[in-house]
């Protein structure tokens, strides 16, 4: 026994050497042999084969499974629907639609659409990762020892296998930029530079099983240009730029990640400052023109949201970048849940843990859509753009277009919404005859027990614009 297993660890350095050799010499060429897509293809099998298992005995037995919603919505005690209706005209408040803002309140805490946006997707069902169905619990044998050896599968040969081409795949971009460095600027450096890049980015995307499709190539970004995307984990990164390189515009790092940012600024300008340099807005803006001007320089890549959000949504994009005149070259990413979660939450993991959660997992699939360029229309803000660029990504990746900022995730609301949502209340319960009726029996009192000052007051709820009068309300509020 001893003896067969010392046979079969001398072909195992072969083994991965022939492995790694397959994968990284398609990607000096920029082609594929198709070994990526038909593991998917077999996934996508192995994946219908266990939701049709879990049907079945979900048919005859109880199987925990996860949904969208935490909660029902739903309202059966009091026969309104929405804020909205409250300020209709006409409208009486009655004593049992408290029992609406109270569940409003319990929804909000419990399922609210902001905070859900900062963690990981729920799959309708298993795809046989135990990290995505919260932990593994037994369905059935057959499903059991195809997740055992799925697991074996993944941590015992894809994992060292993963670990062995990003390390390949780091070591060929340090010893192909260092050089570039020293390197006068040229146009043979530049283009010794752009295959350099390309290849770099390939092998990483290859040592994560990334399979990406893009879609609508004729709008690639051009040189002059600044592309914006949404943004779910660093590795969008990687996918963009093994397509075409980039000037990437972000924050310096410490750990790997200010490794990694540090030998890419070897060969290609990118546009790096220091934390205490984003409040600089002027500076930030300077710095981008200045990289823009030059025709050599890369288009600029930088992800509006500031922060990583879950695949599901796009939320607020900082106007800062669009209020430079330059043409806006809009890319949706999109992945595909099933095959791993991509979502980085930087908060919970460091980058070489999130790294070896990635390395873990099936695969990577994603699609990449390019839009076609976008420019400031006269007379509009600098927000309007923004926020038009974004709903243009969120409509093409099929994700939800968020209004609020993703720095929610890093901090807690501002006092503005919540005073927002006080106000429409308030002026609720004073249209109503209870209301009045107090108010009547208060007139008698001392004016200081009780203030009113009413304005029209602008309020948007569920995408409609209503008007109503606000009210300052002091001890009888």
């Not at 048919?59 to 996860?66: G, L, N």
């Not at 460095?181 to 890049?197: C, E, G, T």
């Not at 995307?205 to 002059?224: I, N």
Request: net charge neutral; proline share 4%.
């Amino acid at each position: 026994m001893l003896s067969c297993l010392s046979q079969i660890s001398e072909y195992i350095p072969h083994l991965f050497l022939t492995a790694v050799m397959i994968i990284v010499l398609p990607a000096c060429v920029g082609r594929e042999l198709g070994i990526r897509r038909a593991y998917i293809a077999a996934l996508m099998r192995l994946f219908e084969f266990a939701t049709k298992r879990i049907e079945r005995e979900r048919s005859r037995k109880f199987v925990m499974s996860t949904s969208d919603n935490i909660i029902e919505v739903e309202n059966k005690i009091s026969s309104l629907e929405s804020q909205k209706e409250m300020l209709q005209e006409g409208y009486e408040f009655q004593f049992e639609d408290v029992t609406f803002l109270v569940k409003s309140g319990i929804e909000a805490v419990i399922d609210d659409e902001v905070t859900k946006r900062f963690s990981a997707e729920d799959l309708p069902s298993w795809n046989l990762l135990s990290r995505t169905n919260h932990s593994y619990h037994y369905i059935s044998l057959r499903l059991s020892i195809m997740w055992f050896l799925g697991l074996i599968l993944r941590y015992c040969f894809l994992f060292p296998l993963r670990v062995i081409m990003t390390v390949g795949g780091c070591f060929w971009m340090f010893i192909t930029m260092l050089p570039l460095s020293v390197m006068p600027d040229s146009s043979l450096k530049r283009k010794i530079a752009y295959f350099v890049n390309l290849v770099s980015f390939r092998i990483c995307c290859r040592a994560f099983s990334a399979v990406v499709t893009y879609h609508d190539e004729q709008y690639l970004p051009k040189p002059g240009g600044i592309c914006v995307a949404n943004h779910t984990t660093t590795l969008d990164v990687c996918l963009l730029m093994q397509h075409r390189p980039y000037a990437v515009l972000g924050q310096i790092h410490g750990g790997f990640l200010g490794w990694f940012e540090r030998t890419l600024s070897k060969c290609t300008n990118h546009v790096w400052f220091e934390r205490s340099e984003v409040r600089d807005r002027q500076f930030v803006i300077r710095r981008v023109r200045d990289h823009l001007d030059d025709p050599n320089n890369y288009p600029i890549l930088l992800f509006p949201e500031g922060t990583c959000i879950n695949n599901t949504s796009v939320m607020m994009f900082k106007k800062g970048t669009f209020e430079i005149p330059s043409i806006i070259y809009p890319v949706a990413i999109k992945y595909n849940p099933w095959f791993g979660d991509a979502f980085w939450n930087s908060s919970k993991h460091s980058m070489l843990q999130y790294l070896a959660v990635v390395m873990t997992s099936w695969a990577i699939v994603a699609d990449v859509w390019y839009l076609p360029p976008m420019e400031r229309l006269p007379n509009e803000e600098a927000l309007q753009f923004a926020g038009r660029v974004k709903a243009a990504i969120a409509r093409k990746g099929g994700l939800v277009d968020c209004e609020f900022d993703g720095q929610l995730k890093r901090m807690n609301i501002k006092a503005f919404y919540r005073e927002q949502s006080q106000k429409i209340v308030s002026d609720i319960i004073r249209k109503s005859k209870y209301f009045s009726e107090s108010a009547e029996s208060n007139d008698a009192g001392s004016p200081s027990e009780r203030t009113l000052a009413s304005n029209e007051t602008t309020f948007e709820i569920d995408g409609e614009k209503i008007q109503t009068s606000e009210s300052n309300v002091g001890k009888g509020t």
